[in-house]
């Protein structure tokens, strides 16, 4: 379940991978990918016009789109915590 704190390229990742195993049907994709969103995502996703999300390929971009500030914290997250960590040569 995806809640808006984490990588959204790992969510898509596991996500595609788990329904590879049960459809190649990429419109169940789509109608499936709510049910992977916590609450607060979920309210996001509920918003969007319905002539934007067409296929599960423009999910996707709407999504990174919406959440890549994740990475971006996650990783400079990352950065404080190495350089915390790190002893000065």
Not at 27 to 37: A, G, I, K, Q, W
Not at 67 to 85: N, Q, V, Y
Request: proline letters at 3%.
């Amino acid at each position: 379940m995806y809640i808006a704190t984490g990588a959204p390229k790992v969510h898509l990742s596991t996500f595609t991978t788990y329904m590879s195993f049960k459809t190649n049907n990429k419109d169940m994709y789509v109608r499936t990918f709510p049910n992977s969103l916590d609450v607060e995502v979920l309210e996001w996703f509920m918003k969007l016009q319905l002539d934007s999300v067409d296929s599960f390929g423009a999910i996707v971009d709407l999504f990174l789109a919406k959440f890549i500030w994740s990475i971006l914290k996650w990783k400079a997250g990352r950065m404080s915590l190495h350089e915390t960590t790190s002893t000065p040569r």
